[in-house]
């Protein structure tokens, strides 16, 4: 593991009590393991303190791109193309509600979204499929938000779930920001 930026943008000073202190400035780009990690961190607090400080319900889910529209241009394009119209659907269905999204890409190179919203789905129930093991057969999912990203003609595959209590908010927003810094 790297424990600085390999391409910093230059060097801080400060000067205190007869002392002087020099501190590299990382260069601040996703690209950059080091300053990912950072970033991520520093995304990571931020939601937190929004789960924090707007309170009330909270949910996260997953959806995929179109079946048709994999790798890594289509998939992204079909993500993006969709997404406004999605948040409009949901805010005419659960009024105003903040959100954050983050895109991951599958080892194929597409990608999916993951996100965290302070409203409830409230209709969320439980899908069994017959591949992976017994604890990936069930998966959590709403029914209207796979209604919606059908019609919409993503979602291949959706994953929803309501969050009772801020505790797990934040190990929510744990678990969506660790996508920040995750390289395919």
């Not at 659960?94 to 979204?113: C, M, T």
């Not at 409830?120 to 029914?143: A, H, L, M």
Request: a positive charge.
């Amino acid at each position: 593991m790297v424990d600085y930026c390999q391409n910093f943008s230059g060097l801080a000073t400060h000067q205190s009590d007869n002392k002087f202190f020099v501190a590299q400035i990382g260069c601040g780009q996703w690209s950059c393991a080091y300053c990912a990690k950072k970033l991520a961190l520093k995304w990571r607090a931020r939601i937190i303190n929004a789960i924090n400080v707007l309170k009330g319900q909270w949910c996260w889910f997953t959806i995929t791109a179109h079946s048709k529209k994999r790798g890594g241009e289509k998939s992204i394009e079909n993500l993006r193309g969709a997404w406004d119209k999605l948040i409009k659907r949901m805010k005419r269905r659960l009024g105003k509600f903040a959100y954050v999204r983050v895109f991951e890409q599958h080892k194929d190179g597409s990608f999916h979204i993951h996100a965290i919203a302070n409203f409830n789905f409230g209709d969320i129930k439980i899908r069994v499929s017959k591949r992976g093991t017994p604890e990936e057969t069930r998966t959590n999912y709403s029914q209207w938000l796979h209604n919606a990203a059908k019609s919409l003609k993503i979602g291949m595959y959706t994953h929803a779930d309501d969050i009772d209590d801020t505790k797990h908010a934040g190990f929510v927003s744990s678990y969506v920001t660790k996508y920040m810094t995750k390289m395919s």
